[in-house]
């Protein structure tokens, strides 16, 4: 009986130590759409947060400790992304570079406040995320209100005179945008020819292309995804349209090419200055093309999310405080891949903001 109490024990101490052992790692998640039609945007997530925490606990860590990473699949759903929040809660997590889609990551903000945990998005751009988002709450990419500036100056200036439809596929994301470039380009003496939601995930748009045709539209301006706008634009050429496609960040991946062809010709979207040409990401951007991997669209936003938080959990001497935590980020400078960052008040990035770039050939560059 002794033996067995003694065997128990020794049992006990052990999985004590395991699990001490275990939780030794400082828990952090990115999460996003690792499946579904905009999983090209989750996969470059995967493989930021990836190098990232691979690069930091090569360094020695955070305070001394290894980050360990969590990956969350929300296929850029409301509901799934505060299942997916919930999950992460009871994994210990201290820290989310996440989610991808504004629809996921603000309602899943809400489940981050209430637990303490900090959040940074590398790609949510609807301004309701940081304007209602709490102390905790940060992104590294720019705002819908600032892209949609450059969108609606571009639409009243460059084409002046043509008619412009605007669309957005009806997400927090797409609408949000369509309706900031609205507003711009209405300010700046522009008056759209049509404005209408489309359905993300169909397949055919013949029945929209042909209504945009008999409207002799000369612009489509999208506020939505890669897969929706390479669809229309391949169906405007179908038809014989030679009309002009601008979009949004959305448009940041090499599948948009794989939807459209020749057809991508000459697609114009804005997005934030290209940190593969940062003389200061040269060293990981040849890790990651080392790996076959093109650091492209939110690969490098997501990488820089890690790294700030991690340069602020050193400066706080803590990781998992949320208000030092907190109060680190909102007071900090961080050098990163995308430059030298901060936060503002809001926790939204001081970073340069939005330019154009054209897609050319197979592949995007700037204008």
Not at 244 to 264: P, R
Not at 284 to 308: C, H, N, S
Not at 352 to 364: A, Q
């Amino acid at each position: 009986m002794k033996k067995l109490l003694l065997t128990s024990c020794v049992l006990s101490l052990g999985l004590m130590f395991d699990a001490g052992t275990a939780m030794a790692d400082i828990q952090i998640a990115t999460a996003g759409p690792m499946t579904g039609q905009y999983a090209s945007f989750g996969a470059q997530m995967k493989a930021g947060a990836e190098q990232a925490v691979a690069d930091i606990n090569a360094a020695g860590g955070v305070n001394g400790e290894m980050l360990a990473l969590n990956i969350g699949d929300d296929a850029c759903d409301p509901k799934q992304a505060v299942a997916v929040a919930n999950q992460m809660v009871s994994k210990g997590i201290v820290f989310m570079a996440g989610h991808f889609c504004s629809g996921s990551s603000i309602p899943a903000s809400a489940v981050y406040k209430e637990e303490g945990i900090i959040q940074i998005s590398p790609a949510s751009t609807n301004p309701k995320f940081t304007d209602e988002g709490g102390p905790n709450i940060f992104r590294t990419c720019g705002r819908d209100d600032q892209q949609g500036l450059v969108a609606g100056a571009l639409l009243a200036g460059e084409f002046a005179g043509k008619n412009v439809a605007i669309l957005h596929d009806k997400t927090a994301y797409g609408k949000g945008l369509a309706d900031e470039t609205l507003a711009a380009y209405e300010a700046a003496g522009g008056k759209p020819a049509m404005y209408e939601a489309i359905t993300a995930g169909e397949k055919d748009y013949t029945a929209l292309v042909s209504k945009l045709k008999e409207a002799n539209i000369d612009v489509v301006y999208l506020g939505g995804y890669h897969t929706e706008a390479g669809l229309i634009v391949r169906q405007m050429r179908d038809q014989g349209m030679k009309t002009q496609m601008v979009s949004g960040d959305a448009l940041v991946t090499n599948e948009y090419w794989s939807i459209t062809g020749d057809a991508g010709e000459g697609t114009l979207m804005t997005f934030s200055p290209d940190p593969r040409k940062n003389p200061g990401a040269a060293d990981v951007v040849k890790k990651f093309k080392d790996k076959d991997i093109e650091p492209e669209g939110y690969v490098l936003y997501t990488y820089a999310a890690i790294q700030a938080w991690a340069q602020a959990a050193s400066k706080a001497g803590t990781a998992t405080d949320p208000e030092a935590m907190s109060k680190s980020l909102h007071e900090g400078t961080f050098n990163t891949v995308l430059g030298d960052l901060s936060f503002d008040a809001k926790g939204d990035v001081t970073l340069p903001g939005y330019v154009w770039y054209v897609w050319h050939n197979g592949s995007y560059d700037y204008r």
